[in-house]
């Protein structure tokens, strides 16, 4: 008898625990929909993320704006046409396509802007005078006396591998301006600051300048690693005789050729990474 009780009791239970197993999900889930639909929810993201760059080493980006600088189309004389040294002599061949391009976007909100560049520029050739790279000789670049461009120099086959540069460069538009002690072109980093190229006149001659200190001081300044100096030049690659040539590790056992030299009479003295 009490057998059976039990079972009348457990009867109502067993029913509502079978009705609830198929309406309970269907309800709850209407339930939810009510309660997220038609809200607007608002929720905290990490920002740091935004315009993310893949970082390359000082030795890579100076490998990359090597190799941009080198593709561009410039005009040449017939005698540098003939003279000029074949992909494999001095340099790797270029195993990518690289561009150098005028950045019409303008900086991003990390990177030197055009109301700072010329600031920074004089800041960093303070630097390069304190280190004894340059001269105390040569003189600030004023805004109304140079120009300023920003560029993107781009690995086209990975573009993730890509820098921005500014280049200042003394303005054409000044008929017979005096260029004694003065900065005629830099290539800077849009992110840094740092000096990769420049051309500036300076009082001294080449016979002053201690080409292997003033470049290891260069390579310490940009923070750049395994440099030596380059064997077997090809004297016909310069304009000039008064040039020595260093290496510097690339990625993948490549390298950067940098140049450091002087164009006697004028007084012009180049550090420069492109060919």
């Avoid at 029913?15 to 609830?20: A, E, G, I, Y």
């Amino acid at each position: 008898m009490w057998k059976r009780k039990i079972s009348i009791l457990l009867l109502p239970l067993a029913v509502l625990v079978f009705v609830v197993s198929i309406w309970g999900p269907e309800r709850y889930a209407a339930y939810s929909d009510k309660n997220m639909l038609n809200r607007i929810e608002a929720e905290a993201i990490d920002q740091e993320s935004e315009g993310y760059r893949y970082t390359m080493s000082n030795n890579e980006k100076l490998f990359i704006l090597a190799k941009c600088l080198n593709s561009r189309e410039l005009p040449q004389s017939e005698l540098n046409a003939m003279t000029a040294v074949k992909a494999g002599e001095e340099y790797d061949e270029i195993a990518g396509t690289y561009a150098f391009v005028i950045n019409h976007q303008g900086p991003s909100g990390k990177e030197i802007t055009k109301d700072e560049i010329f600031d920074v520029c004089n800041r960093q050739l303070d630097i390069l005078k304190e280190l004894g790279i340059l001269p105390e000789e040569v003189k600030e670049v004023q805004e109304n006396s140079y120009s300023a461009e920003l560029y993107s120099a781009i690995d086209v086959l990975e573009p993730r591998n890509n820098l921005s540069v500014w280049k200042v460069s003394m303005s054409t538009k000044q008929q017979n301006a005096d260029k004694s002690n003065r900065l005629l072109d830099a290539y800077i980093d849009a992110d840094t600051g740092k000096i990769y190229e420049f051309y500036v006149r300076i009082p001294q001659t080449w016979r002053d300048i201690d080409p292997e200190t003033l470049v290891e001081t260069w390579r310490e300044y940009m923070g750049l690693e395994e440099m030596e100096k380059s064997e077997n030049v090809n004297p016909l690659l310069e304009t000039t005789p008064y040039f020595e040539k260093y290496r510097v590790a690339g990625p993948e056992d490549q390298y950067t050729v940098v140049t450091l030299g002087f164009y006697e009479g004028i007084n012009e003295l180049f550090l420069k990474i492109a060919r």
